[in-house]
């Protein structure tokens, strides 16, 4: 998992978030970024088995993948396998992951 820059931090572009998930604000510094990455992984326990790294400040990933609106990608060895797509300006997390489950077992 790497974790990039809020999508919907409240402090920059709301939307109705479950609080449980909401950013107040848009990370300053690479802890910001740390937190709530540990925040989602124990929010949502089957990202807790993914290795999680993080984007840096200059947000390098993000561009370099556009990762914008599409925010969930898998890697394995390396190489991108899986990009989620979002439905209705949304995404359904537990499909990502039961696609992620099938693509490990191979």
Same mark, same amino acid.
């Given at each position: 998992?790497?974790? =990039?820059?809020?999508?919907?931090?409240?402090?920059?572009?709301?939307?109705?978030?479950?609080?449980?998930?909401? =950013?107040?604000?848009?990370?300053?510094?690479?802890?910001?970024?740390?937190?709530?990455?540990?925040?989602?992984?124990?929010?949502?326990?089957?990202?807790?088995?993914?290795?999680?790294?993080?984007?840096?400040?200059?947000?390098?990933?993000?561009?370099?993948?556009?990762?914008?609106?599409?925010?969930?990608?898998?890697?394995?060895?390396?190489?991108? =396998?899986?990009?989620?797509?979002?439905?209705?300006?949304?995404?359904?997390?537990?499909?990502?992951?039961?696609?992620?489950?099938?693509?490990?077992?191979?």
């Amino acid at each position: 998992m790497v974790y =990039v820059e809020e999508a919907h931090a409240e402090d920059e572009w709301p939307i109705a978030t479950p609080a449980k998930f909401a =950013v107040t604000q848009q990370h300053v510094k690479l802890g910001d970024r740390l937190r709530a990455a540990f925040k989602l992984q124990q929010e949502l326990p089957p990202l807790a088995k993914l290795p999680m790294y993080l984007d840096g400040m200059g947000n390098h990933f993000q561009r370099l993948y556009g990762a914008w609106p599409t925010r969930l990608y898998y890697f394995d060895n390396g190489e991108l =396998v899986l990009k989620a797509d979002a439905i209705d300006a949304t995404f359904d997390l537990m499909a990502f992951w039961e696609k992620i489950k099938l693509l490990r077992r191979r």
